[in-house]
């Protein structure tokens, strides 16, 4: 039989002792304030001027948690484009989902000048294809927000990856 309290001094210390070998093996949390992620917040993002556009600045901008009260470190300009292909079809011949595909290019220049880095990634997303013409714009709509959301991660860690390695 254990004493009552005994357990919890148990964990407190099994917790703290944990903490102090994290902490000496150099181990820093993956969404941690230091290093790359901490610049990352000093991102300022420019996207073409169309709606999927303006979807994946403003996912990059929440992913990178950029602060706006501050002078940007670097500037990150993506292109994107996107493909849309017909999947399955009904018998009167129309298509029953798509499949989209958005690739999504990406230049990050230091704000005080040197030598860019560059990425890109492809994103592929399914939605369902409607009769109704106001459902059909709105699977079509969810469908590249869903896709501007992935590619706004899959950026953000090339970009942690690229300024781990500076």
Same mark, same amino acid.
């Given at each position: 039989?254990?004493?009552?309290?005994?357990?919890?001094?148990?964990?407190?210390?099994?917790?703290? &002792?944990?903490?102090?070998?994290?902490?000496?093996?150099?181990?820093?949390?993956?969404?941690?304030?230091?290093?790359?992620?901490?610049? #990352?917040?000093? !991102?300022?993002?420019?996207?073409?001027?169309?709606? #999927?556009?303006?979807?994946?600045?403003?996912?990059?901008?929440?992913? #990178?948690?950029?602060?706006?009260?501050?002078?940007?470190?670097?500037?990150?300009?993506?292109?994107?484009?996107?493909?849309?292909?017909?999947?399955?079809?009904?018998?009167?011949?129309?298509?029953?989902?798509? %499949?989209?595909?958005?690739?999504?290019?990406?230049?990050?220049?230091?704000? &005080?000048?040197?030598?860019?880095?560059?990425?890109?990634?492809?994103?592929?997303?399914?939605?369902?294809?409607?009769?109704?013409?106001?459902?059909?714009?709105?699977?079509?709509?969810?469908? %590249?927000?869903?896709?501007?959301? %992935? #590619?706004?991660?899959? !950026?953000?860690?090339?970009?942690?990856?690229?300024?781990?390695?500076?």
């Amino acid at each position: 039989m254990s004493r009552p309290g005994h357990r919890g001094a148990w964990t407190a210390s099994a917790v703290l &002792s944990v903490s102090v070998l994290l902490a000496g093996c150099g181990f820093t949390p993956l969404y941690g304030d230091t290093g790359a992620s901490g610049s #990352l917040s000093r !991102i300022a993002v420019t996207t073409q001027d169309d709606r #999927l556009g303006y979807r994946l600045r403003e996912q990059l901008e929440d992913a #990178l948690g950029w602060d706006r009260g501050t002078a940007p470190l670097y500037r990150l300009e993506t292109t994107v484009e996107q493909s849309r292909r017909p999947l399955g079809r009904r018998i009167d011949d129309t298509a029953t989902r798509y %499949e989209l595909t958005v690739r999504g290019a990406w230049t990050l220049t230091p704000a &005080s000048g040197g030598t860019p880095l560059t990425g890109s990634q492809t994103v592929t997303t399914t939605y369902a294809a409607a009769d109704q013409p106001y459902a059909a714009i709105a699977a079509q709509q969810d469908g %590249e927000d869903r896709a501007a959301a %992935e #590619l706004a991660r899959m !950026i953000r860690l090339d970009l942690m990856r690229a300024l781990a390695g500076q």
